[in-house]
């Protein structure tokens, strides 16, 4: 699958080159921004080009995809997907980081699953939608469960997680994520990071402050099977 190799390595380049581009208007270092490859949907034989590229940073939505692809290539894999009651146990033992918790239950069930001498990055998800639904606390529910995840021995609160609204312009909803970021971060100092920002809009995010970009189609091309 070489011409894949060179398809894939193309188009990871044309993004990173977009990444500097936004970094540098905002006067940012490149050191400042993770880069994660969304492999959803994709066959492990792209996370292995991906790997062979350079990236160790690998985000799936379901927990059987990120099992089974996480058991083949190794890397740092994260969890941004809806969670499900069931599947924690199994998401806790493939998933380092975790960019979705929206509710306390979820919380404490990861804490009680979890290996006692583990640490499991956390980002809280935060809903930047008016009607909420999508997933995501409302900001005003974001400093309770911090507080919440502070106090969990084994998760570590890294910052916050949004998407941007459908039919919403990202560049609107980004400026507001930027203002609740901003306060949270007074807040929980220790916890400074801002994942934000997918294919269709992740210069905007870098703009507003993104510091872990999740990024799938730009990368690997369009999902035959979308979900
Ligand atoms: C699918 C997905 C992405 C990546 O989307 P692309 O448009 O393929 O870059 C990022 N974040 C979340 C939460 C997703 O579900």
């Given at each position: 699958?070489?011409?894949?190799?060179?398809?894939?390595?193309?188009?990871?380049?044309?993004v990173?080159?977009?990444i500097?581009?936004?970094?540098?208007?905002?006067?940012?270092?490149?050191?400042?921004v993770t880069l994660i490859a969304v492999t959803k949907?994709?066959?492990?034989?792209?996370v292995?080009?991906l790997?062979?590229?350079?990236i160790h940073d690998f985000a799936e939505n379901?927990?059987?995809?990120?099992?089974?692809?996480?058991?083949?290539?190794?890397g740092t894999w994260h969890f941004q997907?809806?969670?499900?009651?069931?599947?924690?146990?199994?998401?806790?033992?493939?998933a380092k980081v975790l960019h979705?918790?929206?509710?306390?239950?979820?919380?404490?069930?990861?804490?009680?699953?979890?290996?006692?001498?583990?640490?499991?990055s956390?980002f809280?998800?935060?809903?930047?939608?008016?009607?909420?639904?999508?997933?995501?606390?409302?900001?005003?529910?974001?400093?309770?469960?911090?507080?919440?995840?502070?106090?969990?021995?084994?998760?570590?609160?890294e910052?916050?997680m949004?998407?941007?609204?459908?039919?919403?312009?990202?560049?609107?909803?980004?400026?507001?994520?930027?203002?609740?970021?901003?306060?949270?971060?007074?807040?929980?100092?220790?916890?400074?990071f801002?994942s934000a920002g997918m294919s269709?809009?992740f210069?905007?995010a870098?703009?507003?402050?993104a510091t872990h970009l999740r990024i799938g189609?730009s990368i690997?091309?369009?999902?035959?099977?979308?979900?």
């Open positions: 699958m070489n011409a894949r190799h060179d398809e894939i390595a193309r188009a990871l380049l044309t990173k080159t977009r500097n581009q936004a970094l540098k208007i905002s006067h940012r270092d490149p050191g400042e949907t994709y066959p492990v034989s792209d292995e080009i790997r062979e590229l350079g379901r927990d059987r995809e990120g099992s089974e692809k996480s058991a083949e290539v190794p997907g809806q969670i499900q009651s069931n599947k924690i146990s199994s998401i806790a033992k493939w979705s918790l929206d509710e306390v239950r979820h919380l404490e069930n990861f804490e009680r699953v979890l290996p006692e001498s583990s640490q499991m956390v809280i998800q935060v809903s930047l939608d008016p009607q909420p639904g999508r997933g995501g606390v409302r900001p005003e529910q974001i400093a309770p469960l911090a507080e919440m995840v502070m106090r969990a021995s084994r998760l570590k609160l910052g916050l949004a998407v941007a609204p459908l039919g919403e312009n990202p560049e609107s909803a980004f400026s507001r994520l930027a203002q609740i970021h901003s306060d949270f971060r007074l807040q929980f100092p220790d916890s400074p801002l269709g809009d210069e905007k870098v703009i507003h402050g189609s690997l091309g369009s999902r035959s099977h979308d979900r």
